[in-house]
Nanobody
Framework: QVQLVESGGGLVQAGGSLRLSCAAS????????MGWFRQAPGKEREFVAA????????YYGDSVKGRFTISRDNAKRTMYLQMNSLKPEDTAVYYC??????WGKGTLVTVAS
């Protein structure tokens, strides 16, 4: 079992930055690929970024490439999402997931224009 808790969301102006964190509990955390998804009001859940357990393989959704950076610290059981150059269309609830088997409850990011 893996429990995930996101933090770091909030209100930011367009062009600003935020860093999200996902704290995990569970002894097998380091064995899971981890990722971020987001869901805006009235829209389907969208892939944002993913990292292999080692961090050596990383993927990004097209809409965030070049602006967002995913990273993880397995010793701290924490994954991060550094979000730069934020746009109003980045407004969503951001969820962290472990291999899409486990999900956090999400953290809200609101980008004001």
């Amino acid at each position: 079992q893996v429990q995930l808790v996101e933090s770091g969301g909030g209100l930011v102006q367009a062009g600003g930055s935020l860093r999200l964190s996902c704290a995990a509990s569970g002894r097998t955390f380091i064995r899971y690929a981890m990722g971020w998804f987001r869901q805006a009001p009235g829209k389907e859940r969208e892939f944002v970024a993913a990292s292999s357990w080692s961090g050596a393989t990383i993927y990004y959704g097209d809409s965030v490439k070049g602006r967002f950076t995913i990273s993880r610290d397995n010793a701290k059981r924490t994954m991060y999402l550094q979000m730069n150059s934020l746009k109003p269309e980045d407004t969503a609830v951001y969820y962290c997931t472990a291999s899409r088997n486990y999900w956090g409850k999400g953290t809200l990011v609101t980008v004001a224009s």
